[in-house]
Every structure is written in C-alpha cells, then in structure tokens.
Nanobody, 123 residues
Framework: QVQLVESGGGLVQPGGSLRLSCAASGFTFSSYVMSWFRQAPGKERQFVAGITRLGDYIEYTASVRGRFTVSRDNAQNTMYLQMNSLKPEDTAVYFC????????????????WGQGTQVTVSS
C-alpha cells in the first residue's frame, strides 16, 4: 500500500521557520522524483520544489528560492522541506508527491500524493 505522509506543519509568525517531512512507504522511494506542492484557499495547487532521485538536481518556484530548501534521505524514505523567512503568502496546505518518470511542475504528472499538512503564517 502506497503512502506519503506529510508532517511538520503548523502556525508560525512571519519571518519564522518550519521543517516539513514526507515519509514514504509502499514503493521504491529512491526510484522516484519527489516534489512539494502547495494549495492556498481558492487557488490551484502549485509546484514549490522538486528533487531528483539522487538529489543531484533541484528546482524551486521563484517565490521560494533562497528561503526554502528541499532535501531527501533515501535510506529513511523521507523528503524534507526547510522553510525559512516565512511570509503570510506562504500560507497553504503543503503536499508531497512522487513521479516515476521526470520532474514536472504539473500535478497531473505525479503518481502518488500525500494528504497534505497545513502551514499558516500569521502574527
């Protein structure tokens, strides 16, 4: 049974930090490109960051570059998103996703999804 379970979300003040985790099971984690997406209320789900199978190539959406860092630990079947200098516009539900073929910014290309974790940035 394939599972992606996100954790680490919560309420944080502007300028603060959070570290999200995505724990994978039921498939060969190291064979998949992994990405983070987010969805704010009333908006479409959007690509945030992606990392290749060995972590040798990473992409970020422009609005988070320099503030967020994606990483993965294939031995632990886990992907992370370190989020620093958080802004109110980062408020969203954050999802992790797995893609067997290639890194993509399109939601329809992903094979597996987690249930999401809420991140709220507010004073």
């Amino acid at each position: 049974q394939v599972q992606l379970v996100e954790s680490g979300g919560g309420l944080v003040q502007p300028g603060g930090s959070l570290r999200l985790s995505c724990a994978a099971s039921g498939f060969t984690f190291s064979s998949y490109v992994m990405s983070w997406f987010r969805q704010a209320p009333g908006k479409e789900r959007q690509f945030v960051a992606g990392i290749t199978r060995l972590g040798d190539y990473i992409e970020y959406t422009a609005s988070v570059r320099g503030r967020f860092t994606v990483s993965r630990d294939n031995a632990q079947n886990t992907m992370y998103l370190q989020m620093n200098s958080l802004k109110p516009e980062d408020t969203a539900v954050y999802f992790c996703a797995a893609d067997y073929h290639r890194m993509s910014r399109r939601t329809e290309d992903y094979d597996f999804w987690g249930q999401g974790t809420q991140v709220t940035v507010s004073s």
